[in-house]
């Protein structure tokens, strides 16, 4: 199988498939634990003593709302920090954020 190198790590192609030929919460968090398990994504406290770890930007597809996906990136060890677009057409996707209490936009692409 063909590899991806990232940042001298070597990443393996990633294939999974459900039933029904769609995406699946199961199929998310078994990617993203794959990123995690090959030390592929970072997490942290910097200079400043702020945390930091990815962040990952989804659309509104059901599967990315499924338990077991979100348990995963809120997980603690495992922690992602999800944005959600929402396409309003082919040419602007606005942003919020899932961790803010009152869902503000982050910013719109043009």
Request: hydrophobic share 45%; glycine share 10%.
């Amino acid at each position: 199988m063909s590899v991806y190198t990232v940042d001298g790590k070597e990443v393996p192609i990633f294939f999974a498939a459900g039933t029904s030929a769609s995406m699946t919460s199961t199929i998310l968090r078994n990617m993203f634990a794959k990123m995690d398990e090959l030390g592929i994504t970072k997490r942290g406290v910097d200079e400043n003593g702020n945390i930091f770890y990815p962040l990952v930007i989804l659309d509104g597809h059901f599967s990315r709302f499924g338990v077991i996906f979100l348990e995963y990136v809120n997980a603690l060890l495992t922690k992602w920090y999800p944005a959600l677009g929402v396409p309003y057409g082919t040419g602007q996707t606005r942003m919020e954020s899932f961790h803010q209490s009152h869902v503000a936009p982050l910013t719109n692409l043009a």
